[in-house]
């Protein structure tokens, strides 16, 4: 038997960090979604007690650094199953891009092996094992649009965004989701984002107050390290998006775009300076 899943790119459409707990940990209140730019992994039964992962990809880890990886031991442990697993990773979410990448394929492989296994594991169950893993894990493993608070891991799902075109480009520039939090001063930030106005926005499919709503405290970080980043967010509004913000740590920049007859204008001026651009639909 062999089992497929998506593992969908997250994007924040809002990511506010109240304050640093004495555990080290951020509080954070976020605003997390999904679009349809996905990696696809495939999960085969191994005659050998073993997890052996592959990928297209030559840049990611294949051993237990991988967080597929990780979540096959942890779920094989947790539930005693003396099987082997051989799971194939075929990337399309950019690595290291602020979209979850990581986190999305843990959870895909987490729902994957919970049916090849026949292991009937609660889908809250497989989000609590995934907090183990990630913070973004359990927001990963059910998917949809969600606020996320605490370390962000506890979730109240929300209805979904208006419908809109997502257009993403990464630099290429490596961004450390550590080292950025590293340098947040939680305590000293001044522009935090409207967040109760950003929901009411998605309640009321008010598109053009969801652009206005948005907003990273982790941007002023990330701007601040990589000048690039910056040019890229100022190109997406030059070029006309509706609602522009940089997701996680970046430095993926997103922009929202409500007229399909606007993104094959914005696609190719953002690849004047930019390799990896994608235009996408939002996963409602
Ligand atoms: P986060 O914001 O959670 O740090 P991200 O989206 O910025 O995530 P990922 O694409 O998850 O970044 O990659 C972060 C690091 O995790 C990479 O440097 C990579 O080496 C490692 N990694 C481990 N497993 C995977 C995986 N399955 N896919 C991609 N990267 C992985």
Redesign the pocket.
């Known amino acids: 038997m062999k089992i497929y899943e998506k593992a969908p790119a997250k994007i924040n459409l809002s990511l506010d960090v109240l304050r640093k707990r004495s555990d080290g940990y951020h509080e954070v209140e976020m605003v997390m979604t999904m679009v349809d730019l996905a990696d696809r992994l495939s999960m085969e039964e191994l005659p050998r007690d073993t997890i052996i992962i592959s990928s297209q990809v030559g840049y990611?880890?294949l051993d237990e650094?991988?967080?597929?990886f990780q979540a096959a031991k942890l779920i094989k442990e947790r539930y005693e199953v003396k099987k082997g697993v051989y799971i194939h990773?075929d990337?399309h979410?950019?690595?290291?891009?602020?979209?979850?990448?990581?986190?999305s394929?843990?959870a895909a492989t987490l729902r994957g092996l919970n049916k090849l296994w026949k292991l009937n594991i609660p889908l809250e169950e497989l989000q609590a094992l995934g907090a183990e893993l990630?913070s973004?894990v359990p927001f990963c493993v059910k998917g949809g649009t969600a606020v996320a608070r605490g370390r962000g891991t506890e979730l109240e799902p929300i209805g979904a965004p208006p419908q809109c075109w997502v257009i993403l480009a990464k630099p290429p520039i490596?961004?450390s989701?550590a080292d950025v939090y590293g340098k947040l001063r939680a305590n000293e930030i001044k522009n935090h984002p409207p967040t109760s106005q950003l929901l009411q926005a998605i309640r009321e499919h008010d598109f053009a107050m969801l652009c206005r709503s948005m907003g990273n405290v982790l941007e002023d970080v990330t701007l601040e390290l990589y000048p690039e980043v910056r040019q890229l967010k100022d190109a997406f509004i030059r070029l006309g998006a509706d609602g522009v913000l940089m997701s996680?740590?970046g430095p993926t920049v997103f922009g929202l775009v409500l007229k399909e007859s606007k993104v094959t204008r914005i696609y190719n001026g953002l690849r004047g300076f930019c390799k990896e651009v994608y235009a996408v639909r939002l996963l409602t």
């Open positions: 990611i880890p650094k991988n967080l597929a990773l990337k979410i950019p690595v290291a891009a602020g979209l979850a990448g990581g986190s394929d843990a990630g973004d490596n961004v989701t996680g740590s």
